[in-house]
């Protein structure tokens, strides 16, 4: 079944004014009062209203003022925002749903990022006092299912309980990898976890499909 999008608010709000533009009620050369009072009309924040009238004047249907509001310019740009824009409100909303996710995802790689530098700083305090922080080297066999997979996308720690600090390339050693990182053949995972997490990552890089 095909699931219904409803438009985002500011969206709906340009689309409401243009049409009362569009039919007069609110004439041109006439000020749109308060972004307050619209907000509360509207049940909305200043901001969603702010975005509202921005989309109205990028198409010459309002002119914002700062300090002063907007003052409707053109019925006829209003008739053409409706005519252009109101079709297309479905994909425009889920253009915007996209942009929020995408920054919410970032929002969150970021964040693991964060987590896995301060456990590598964790390992190395443990050290200097004397108190090594268990770490276990996992081996990337040449014929591991996870090759060419990042970590964001196995779920490691969910699947392990471990956490890849480290990754051994060659003579290269990636420190903290995010999980955008992929695992190559040939490669050394070094795990911070408890002996049950390392037999789980071993388990992990050499099961079959």
């Keep these: 079944?095909?699931?219904?999008?409803?438009?985002?608010?500011?969206?709906?709000?340009?689309?409401?004014?243009?049409?009362?533009?569009?039919?007069?009620?609110?004439?041109?050369?006439?000020?749109?009062?308060g972004r307050s009072l619209m907000a509360s009309e509207y049940n909305v924040?200043?901001?969603?209203?702010?975005r509202s009238l921005r989309l109205?004047?990028?198409?010459?249907?309002?002119?914002?003022?700062?300090?002063?509001?907007?003052?409707?310019?053109?019925?006829?740009?209003?008739?053409?925002?409706?005519?252009?824009?109101g079709e297309?409100?479905?994909?425009?909303?889920?253009?915007?749903?996209?942009?929020s996710l995408m920054q919410q995802y970032g929002e969150i790689t970021h964040r693991l990022t964060d987590v896995v530098t301060a456990l590598s700083k964790s390992q190395e305090t443990?050290?200097?006092?004397?108190?090594?922080?268990?770490?276990y080297e996992v081996p990337v066999p040449a014929d591991s299912p996870l090759i060419g997979q990042s970590i964001g996308a196995l779920k490691f720690w969910q699947s392990t309980g471990g956490t890849i600090v480290?990754?051994?390339r060659g003579q290269t050693v990636i420190l903290s990898p995010g999980p955008y990182a992929e695992l190559y053949g040939g490669d050394v995972i070094i795990l911070v976890g408890n002996p049950a997490a390392a037999e789980a990552a071993?388990?992990?890089?050499?099961?079959?499909?």
């Design 56 to 85: 109205l004047a990028d198409m010459k249907v309002v002119e914002v003022k700062p300090q002063s509001g907007a003052v409707v310019l053109s019925a006829d740009s209003a008739r053409r925002y409706i005519e252009n824009f």
């Design 1 to 33: 079944m095909k699931q219904t999008v409803v438009p985002s608010q500011y969206l709906q709000i340009a689309l409401d004014l243009a049409t009362r533009i569009s039919k007069g009620d609110l004439p041109e050369g006439s000020r749109i009062y």
């Design 88 to 99: 297309n409100a479905e994909v425009r909303t889920l253009r915007a749903e996209l942009k």
């Design 45 to 50: 924040s200043p901001e969603t209203i702010r």
């Design 126 to 135: 443990f050290a200097s006092a004397e108190r090594p922080f268990p770490n």
């Design 166 to 168: 480290a990754i051994r």
């Design 202 to 209: 071993n388990r992990l890089v050499t099961a079959k499909e």
